[in-house]
């Protein structure tokens, strides 16, 4: 009775997920104008190259815009060499599709997926990540001349994770908001999200607090060096609220604040093939030992990536 319970509720969840991720987009009215005046893209600075190179299949831009017409297919591979000996190395996988159904929406699956390297041949491990679902609508208003979308996805639970912790889906909506400058050279972009955690119970079966709320503020540009060479720099702040168990009676958790920040070159080989070196930082907290600071290099949280992009 307890498995059927469990399923039965299960798939509740996810069902009214996916009507408020069909209600976000389809409700909305479509608009005449034209495609390209929504649509997230930079120009490339030299106009007879940029004949040779869509920009648009660069990694960061695919990732902000799906697909500008029909299918877009993604395949990324990233390996990240241990910077500790007690690290280990890992290459992350990312799968994904965009369908883009009419001048303002968009749909799209990811998969993503990490293999770790241990000391040992039986510590080695291929592990996959929660599917995520996500519908994109192109707002008709540019206000500013702001490019405006809009972002709702749900994920399907079916990592080691999830299934640990009963999670049944998760929701997060988000509005990506983005302007071109020095002659669409530079693509500036905020993205402000909300995230919420469904879950069968409050904590885990080990009694360790899951997140309820994620609630956070992405920055980002992107700068053309060439039509092909390309410069991104961002950073993300969010703070997270957990459940208190369903005996606790105490006051809720203090919300916990997490930073991180993004570099990365990218080089487009071609209009598919984009080669690229980042470096990522993140930290629990700016607040250390009573004191702001924001650490640039940490051996324990810091990361190296080298990575190659196909787009089709």
Known sequence: MLNFSKTKARMALIVLACCLFGFSGFAQSESEDSKESNQVKAKAPNKKLAKKTDNTANPTLAN???????WRLQGTVTHSPRL????????????????NINKRHTIRAQQFFTKFYGKYESEYEFKPFDTTLAHFYRLPWRPGGVGLQWRNQFSLPISNESARDDLLTTFQTS????????GGKLLVFGIPYSRYFFYEYRTSVSGRLLPRWQNGLSLGGLYFITPKL?????????????YNSQFDNSPNQVPQ????????????????????????????????????????????????????????
Do not use: H, P
Request: hydrophobic letters at 35%; proline letters at 0%.
């Open 64 to 70: 902000l815009t799906g697909a500008s017409s029909g």
């Open 84 to 99: 500790r000996k007690d690290q280990e190395d890992t290459t992350d996988i990312l799968l994904r599709a965009d369908y």
């Open 175 to 182: 509005v990506v908001g983005s302007k071109a400058l020095l």
């Open 230 to 242: 390309s410069f991104y720099a961002g950073g993300d702040y969010r703070i997270d609220t957990v």
């Open 257 to 312: 604040g997490t930073y991180r920040f993004d570099l990365d070159v990218s080089y487009q080989f071609n209009n598919n093939l984009t080669g690229s070196l980042s470096y990522a930082q993140g930290r629990a907290s700016y607040i250390q030992n009573g004191r702001y600071e924001l650490v640039l290099f940490d051996d324990q949280a810091s990361r190296v990536n080298f990575g190659l992009t196909y787009i089709y």
